[in-house]
T-cell receptor, first 113, second 112 residues
Framework: EAQVTQNPRYLITVTGKKLTVTCSQNMNHEYMSWYRQDPGLGLRQIYYSMNVEVTDKGDVPEGYKVSRKEKRNFPLILESPSPNQTSLYFC????????????FGPGTRLTVL | GQSLEQPSEVTAVEGAIVQINCTYQTSGFYGLSWYQQHDGGAPTFLSYNGLDGLEETGRFSSFLSRSDSYGYLLLQELQMKDSASYFCAVRDGPGGGNKLTFGTGTQLKVEL
């Protein structure tokens, strides 16, 4: 089944404890993105990637890192999480240029205490 | 800065037609997309407009006017399952890019 998977789906952690949220797609898509969703603010793009080793900042990159070493994986790294990073996170992928249909993962609900 | 304006809530009755508007102010514009998100779920893609005019996909249509920086999503023959949040999103990176800015969403409630 064609899909985007994220792990974990739920995470409660404490301030300053490094964490990684994994994202994987099995559709051979070139483009991948990370978003956070907060009430009243909609979806905001954190980072995006247009191919292996090609990443760029979205609108809210502060406090996050990403890497794209393989086409299928795009992990989101929080080196020192803070309570203001408590949010619902979505990973997404799409084929690439010329195709605008974006497929979203199921989401990761992160709470930073 | 980038901004997309949508109504926060719209209510309509089953079987009716509803239009959700989106106006945008972005530094670049390379197309307008629409996504649907049910409570507790992930967003799903509905439509994309790169050029002015109307795109139709079943009960849903989307319209774009680049000169007015405006688009809308039209939902016809509303069903209860259409109750969800709807987001417009502008691709504001260079052609073929992956930079996207979303609106804050419109919650649609469909009543009997």
């Amino acid at each position: 089944e064609a899909q985007v998977t994220q792990n974990p789906r739920y995470l409660i952690t404490v301030t300053g404890k490094k964490l990684t949220v994994t994202c994987s797609q099995n559709m051979n898509h070139e483009y991948m993105s990370w978003y956070r969703q907060d009430p009243g603010l909609g979806l905001r793009q954190i980072y995006y990637s247009m191919n292996v080793e090609v990443t760029d900042k979205g609108d809210v990159p502060e406090g996050y890192k990403v890497s794209r070493k393989e086409k299928r994986n795009f992990p989101l790294i929080l080196e020192s999480p803070s309570p203001n990073q408590t949010s619902l996170y979505f990973c997404a992928s799409r084929v690439g240029p010329g195709n605008n249909e974006q497929f979203f993962g199921p989401g990761t609900r992160l709470t930073v205490l | 800065g980038q901004s997309l304006e949508q109504p926060s809530e719209v209510t309509a009755v089953e079987g009716a037609i509803v239009q959700i508007n989106c106006t945008y102010q972005t530094s670049g514009f390379y197309g307008l997309s629409w996504y649907q998100q049910h409570d507790g779920g992930a967003p799903t893609f509905l439509s994309y407009n790169g050029l002015d005019g109307l795109e139709e996909t079943g009960r849903f249509s989307s319209f774009l006017s680049r000169s007015d920086s405006y688009g809308y999503l039209l939902l016809q023959e509303l069903q209860m399952k259409d109750s969800a949040s709807y987001f417009c999103a502008v691709r504001d990176g260079p052609g073929g890019g992956n930079k996207l800015t979303f609106g804050t969403g419109t919650q649609l409630k469909v009543e009997l």
